[in-house]
């Protein structure tokens, strides 16, 4: 077959963010590719204008793929291919109903986000940040001291885990070893197998859980159901002096009613990986950030080189599966009857 024939016949697909090298390289030898070089987030315009003529739209969660963006998609369009764990910002179920197969990028990130968790589970109650800035930005240290920053062990103290998926089963292994109790809220219970090992106690409802544990750490996907999760109501619930970490979604949590809590000295504190930054970081959240009552960072849990990789493989793989005809090995389907969506597993 002729070269120029055969590059013809490559898939046409616009990539929305910038990915690691290796895989932009990999994907523009397999794949007619069309890359936003400047690694900003676009619009719906945007989106549609670059998907002219393509067949696959590799998509991030940055990108809102709403029911009127997938009306307006050109007829070529045939799957959204998403780079993440997470497609909440995909109308799935418009989708669905539009014919269009949508994949995801599931199991890649669970050690490194489990990793990220237990990093945030240590930084608040050992004052990791805090030490940080009183030797960098203040440039002075009275050297040590019986009671300098004094902090709390995480040994003995017990964690609640919403949510025991691969990522809420990986941080409790992590949290075990550090001497932690486990118990966990979850849809389905765990089996005995899962169970046993971890001495794990599982909690039929959320709410006593959230008033026996001394850390809560939110592992579930954002869905209608669990959009404000952690509610105004049920952190009051929370035991006094405990700690939220987040490594999930920011929707898991209403963040005025977090900082209610914390400002008030209800609760201890939150160390976030995510939170609500459409109009910028609310000011009162980084008030409390700069009182060292708040650890924030950048949604770093799967912000790793070899993650990333993989993450950037796995979109490689549903798109050839697709094209070739094969269910991809990822493939979102809709559950209206529960607003939520799953990943099928071929």
Known sequence: MLPELMASQKPKILVTRRLPETI??????LFETDVNEGDVMLDGDD?????????????SITDRIDADLIARLPKSVRLIAQFGNGFDNIDIEAAWAAGLTVTNTPSVLTEDTADMAMVLMLALPRRLVEGTQMLVRDGVWAGWSPTSMLGHRLRGKSLGIVGMGRIGTAVAQRARAFGLNIHYFSRNR??????????????????????????????????RETFHL??????????????????????????????DE??????????????????????????????????????????????????????IVNIRAFMDGHQPPHRVLPDSAHGRARTLRA
């Open 24 to 29: 932009e390289a990999r994907m523009a030898t």
């Open 47 to 59: 989106i549609i204008a670059g998907l002219e003529g393509k067949e696959v739209l590799v998509s």
């Open 190 to 223: 765990r089996p005995p197998g899962v169970e046993d090992p971890l001495g794990a106690t599982y909690w039929p409802e959320l709410d006593p859980m959230l008033e026996a544990v001394d850390i809560v750490s939110l592992h579930t996907p954002h869905t």
């Open 230 to 259: 952690l509610s105004a109501e049920r952190l009051k619930r929370m035991k006094p002096g405990s700690f939220v970490v987040n490594v999930s979604r920011p929707e898991l949590i209403d963040e005025t009613a977090l900082v």
């Open 262 to 315: 914390i400002e008030s000295g209800h609760l201890s504190g939150a160390a976030l990986d995510v939170f609500e930054n459409r109009n910028g970081i609310d000011s009162r959240l980084l008030a409390l950030a700069e009182a060292n009552k708040v650890v924030l960072t950048a949604h770093m849990a799967s912000a790793t080189l070899e993650a990333r990789i993989e993450m950037g493989e796995t979109v």
